[in-house]
Antibody, heavy 122, light 107 residues
Framework: QLQLQESGPGLVKPSETLSLTCTVSGGSITSSSYYWGWIRQPPGKGLEWIANIYYSGSTYYNPSLKSRVTISVDTSKNQFSLKLSSVTAADTAVYYC??????????????WGHGTLVTVSS | SSELTQDPAVSVALGQTARITCQGDSLRSYYASWYQQKPGQAPVLVIYGKNNRPSGIPDRFSGSSSGNTVSLTITGAQAEDEADYYCNSRDSTGNRVFGGGTKLTVL
């Protein structure tokens, strides 16, 4: 059974960089047709897609966050990571990592981590 | 446009049929997927592709599409179906997008 686990600081100061890692177990991050993504959810609000990455390094970013976001993959550790720079209180959210099956016209986020709450506060 | 629009709230009587819709230009070209989220939990995939259910999702959940609108239908809604529902798809540049979410209340 595939499992994803987010890890990283739960508290980040304003203007600093948020860094999270997702560790994948029970399957390989190099499986074809699968992207690996980050999605966040501010308290009481909806889901917001942040970025996706393929094991080869191909990436997609949410245009509204692109200037501040970097997603990367470490195939040797079966992990992928998120960095979000210059954070403000608006970046306070539960951050989820997820696996996305993606082929031509069809895609699905079929496995999700439990999510980790990151609070931006001094 | 890469936006997906959902009604904020839908209510349904217990045992009746609930329909949740999602509109967006990209839906004319790409399938959507649907996610159920209960308070304090991660989202769960309930429908993907033309009308496919992952293993373990009851067959009362179904999906359909017409033009720029996709729908999630729950036939014979149960109390445990009360949750937030989100649609997701991609735009022409490959970016993914979620709808704003619909809160389903089962009366």
């Amino acid at each position: 059974q595939l499992q994803l686990q987010e890890s990283g600081p739960g508290l980040v100061k304003p203007s600093e960089t948020l860094s999270l890692t997702c560790t994948v177990s029970g399957g390989s991050i190099t499986s074809s047709s699968y992207y690996w993504g980050w999605i966040r959810q501010p308290p009481g609000k909806g889901l917001e897609w942040i970025a996706n990455i393929y094991y080869s390094g191909s990436t997609y970013y949410n245009p509204s966050l692109k200037s501040r976001v970097t997603i990367s993959v470490d195939t040797s550790k079966n992990q992928f990571s998120l960095k979000l720079s210059s954070v403000t209180a608006a970046d306070t959210a539960v951050y989820y990592c997820a696996r996305e099956f993606s082929v031509t016209t069809e895609r699905k986020f079929d496995y999700w981590g439990h999510g980790t709450l990151v609070t931006v506060s001094s | 446009s890469s936006e997906l629009t959902q009604d904020p709230a839908v209510s349904v009587a217990l045992g009746q049929t609930a329909r949740i819709t999602c509109q967006g230009d990209s839906l004319r070209s790409y399938y959507a997927s649907w996610y159920q989220q209960k308070p304090g939990q991660a989202p769960v995939l309930v429908i993907y592709g033309k009308n496919n259910r992952p293993s373990g999702i009851p067959d009362r959940f179904s999906g359909s599409s017409s033009g720029n609108t996709v729908s999630l239908t729950i036939t014979g809604a149960q109390a445990e179906d009360e949750a937030d529902y989100y649609c997701n798809s991609r735009d022409s540049t490959g970016n993914r997008v979620f709808g704003g979410g619909t809160k389903l209340t089962v009366l």
